[in-house]
């Protein structure tokens, strides 16, 4: 069977409880290699990961945004593929994600999310709220994401703000005119499943927003937490949807906390000013 001309690529960090299922389904869709970068993980995620590629590298502790920059330096095909750990690929999703990117106009091409299983409240919330969002229109979402490799090496991402890649990008991307494109193949995203992985995901969330908005000065009301969570309260009344109250309450009061977190960093480390090697220039 020939090969998918696509470079996969999977940021890891002690993923082990999902590594497993994400690489199997990977190499069920038969791309041309896969690309394992760790961040030192303390598991098994290595030593699973080595059943399906020698391809495994070390972001050396940097953080996320320079794993995925490691990963498409280090990538030999046209395309790459971004997969979450806790992500699993139907067959056929790799394939229908490129012939569908082939024949658009789009700078990337990004799977739809529907949640892998839903056992609890903060599962059913979230993959509601990844359904409202969506609806909203052009998102680049990394999560399952194909882009051209050359893309990720002309806009490459920026390490000193390692929680900020999918919007960082997304801005620089949309500053120079470009559009973002949905695949009709869909790839099933295992949410954090209880309170506690909710607020941790929301707390790092809200420092992401932070190390943006430091970064360019942001004054959009959109990128302040403390106001679209209050829109997103009156979106749940006025739509019907008190349910998700509880979620867009607490994820708001997480996610400003995050945020307030991120400021203070900012305002003591000065990103701006540090000088983090480029990938080029460890390899």
């Known amino acids: 069977m020939t090969k998918i001309p696509a470079s996969v690529i999977v940021v890891t960090r002690n993923a082990e409880e999902t590594i497993e299922d994400c690489l199997s389904s990977i190499q069920r869709n038969n791309p041309a290699e896969i690309i394992v970068v760790d961040g030192n993980s303390s598991d098994r995620t290595v030593e699973i990961a080595k059943?399906?590629?020698?391809?495994?590298?070390?972001?050396?502790?940097?953080?996320?945004?320079?794993?995925?920059?490691l990963g498409a330096e280090q990538a030999t095909q046209e395309y790459i593929c971004y997969v979450d750990a806790d992500v699993v690929l139907p067959p056929g999703t790799l394939a229908t994600m490129l012939q569908e990117f082939k024949a658009s106009q789009y700078i990337s091409m990004r799977a739809q999310k529907a949640a892998g299983k839903i056992s609890t409240y903060w599962e059913r919330a979230a993959e509601e709220h990844i359904q409202i969002m969506?609806?909203?229109g052009d998102t680049l979402g990394l999560a399952t994401c194909l882009l051209k490799r050359e893309t990720i090496l002309e806009y490459p991402f920026d390490p000193r703000f390692p929680?900020?890649?999918?919007?960082?990008?997304?801005?620089?991307?949309?500053?120079d005119g470009?559009?973002?494109?949905?695949?009709?193949?869909?790839?099933?995203?295992?949410?954090?499943?209880?309170?506690?992985?909710?607020?941790?995901?929301?707390?790092?969330?809200?420092?992401?927003?932070?190390q943006f908005i430091w970064k360019y000065r942001l004054l959009d009301p959109r990128m302040w937490t403390p106001l679209t969570t209050v829109y997103m309260l009156g979106f749940s009344l006025i739509k019907g949807k008190p349910n998700l109250i509880p979620y867009f309450l607490l994820g708001g009061i997480t996610e400003t906390?995050?945020?307030?977190?991120?400021?203070?960093?900012?305002?003591?480390?000065?990103?701006?000013?540090?000088?983090?090697?480029?990938?080029?220039?460890?390899?």
Do not use: C, W
């Open 163 to 175: 929680r900020a890649d999918d919007i960082d990008l997304k801005r620089r991307l949309s500053r």
């Open 178 to 210: 470009y559009k973002f494109g949905v695949s009709s193949a869909v790839a099933y995203h295992y949410h954090r499943d209880d309170l506690k992985g909710f607020v941790k995901q929301r707390f790092v969330n809200g420092r992401g927003k932070a």
């Open 257 to 283: 906390a995050g945020m307030i977190k991120g400021f203070l960093e900012m305002i003591r480390e000065n990103p701006g000013k540090r000088k983090i090697p480029t990938v080029n220039e460890r390899l």
């Open 134 to 136: 969506v609806s909203r």
């Open 51 to 69: 059943k399906y590629t020698e391809r495994i590298y070390s972001d050396e502790g940097i953080g996320l945004t320079y794993a995925r920059q």
